[in-house]
């Protein structure tokens, strides 16, 4: 017989495990008998699992060991209907012909162990992972919202430079009154397309039931070109005006008024004649 051919074969390994017929397992120990070598092979085998699972054993619980022994009491304890008595028969009970049952049993926990661990290990690292994408979903989000603002002011500035620097609007400023020295703004009108801009310089902030209404003069008379909000910014467009003599601001009810409230006009500019 080859030995180490026999050896590597894998039978004693096999062997070990308790995997091997009642047959095969008889013949392994008749090789170990004539064959000092396979049996040192096998000790050496039976060491390396024994090694294996004392490596990666994992301490029980402390309660563990309380539940364990209350269940073999429950188990052990007599009934009432069938109370022991010190003539009963004992329970013979038969172990495995092999010596390698208990490196099975060791075999088969470390797997269980081992099995637990990357099935828990795997549980933290998806949720940390669902985490994380749930945190870069919500930063590109918010990243998204940013440039989308971004890109409105660049547009609202492109627009507001547009009509800065078209010639075919004229400036129109309108200065303090009595009631507001410190206030100022400006318009922008195009007499041709009827565009009619503002554009707040300095002007007090208002209650939340207040806004302020823009007026144009027209013949004498005044006339609504829209209500706008004591905190807008840039250039604020207005109703269309096709023709004016002068513009003013006055403070009204949120939403404006039909004639204007001249006690509480802000700011007056006359247009000047081209």
């Known amino acids: 017989m080859n030995i180490e051919e026999y050896i590597s074969s894998g039978i004693l390994e096999a062997y070990a495990l ?11 120990e008749a090789v170990m008998a004539k064959y000092p070598e396979v049996k040192a092979e096998l000790n050496a085998i039976e060491k390396a699992f024994e090694d294996m ?15 364990i022994l209350d269940k073999i009491d429950e188990q052990t304890a007599p009934s009432a209907e069938q109370p022991t008595t ?27 162990l081992v099995s637990g661990y990357l099935a828990i290990d795997y549980r933290s690292k998806w949720k940390s992972s669902s985490q994380a994408y749930a945190q870069l979903l919500a ?27 078209n010639p075919n609007f004229r400036r129109i400023g309108m200065a303090g009154t009595d009631n507001a020295k410190e206030a100022y703004a400006d318009v922008y009108w195009n007499e041709t397309t009827e565009e009619l801009y503002l ?32 905190n807008a910014e840039g250039l604020v467009k207005m109703k269309r005006i096709a023709q004016s003599a002068a513009f003013a601001v006055t403070v009204e009810p ?20 081209s």
């Not at 707040?200 to 609504?224: R, T």
Request: charge should be negative.
């Open 139 to 165: 930063s590109n989000s918010q990243m998204a919202e940013q440039y989308n603002q971004v890109n409105q002011k660049l547009d609202q500035l492109e627009t507001d430079f547009g009509i800065l620097s």
């Open 18 to 28: 308790n995997e091997l017929s009642a047959e095969e397992m008889r013949e392994v």
């Open 86 to 112: 010190r003539q009963d028969t004992p329970k013979v009970v038969s172990l495995p012909a092999s010596r390698g049952w208990k490196y099975a049993v060791a075999a088969s926990l470390v797997l269980a």
């Open 199 to 230: 554009n707040i310089v300095n002007l007090q902030e208002l209650a939340a039931d207040k806004q302020y209404q823009l007026w144009a003069i027209v013949d004498g008379q005044p006339v609504d070109a829209g209500v706008f909000d004591w």
């Open 53 to 67: 699972a004392m490596a990666t054993q994992v301490a029980p619980k402390p309660e563990m060991k309380k539940a």
């Open 254 to 273: 949120k939403g404006g008024s039909e004639s204007p409230s001249l006690e509480t006009m802000q700011v007056l500019g006359n247009v000047k004649k």
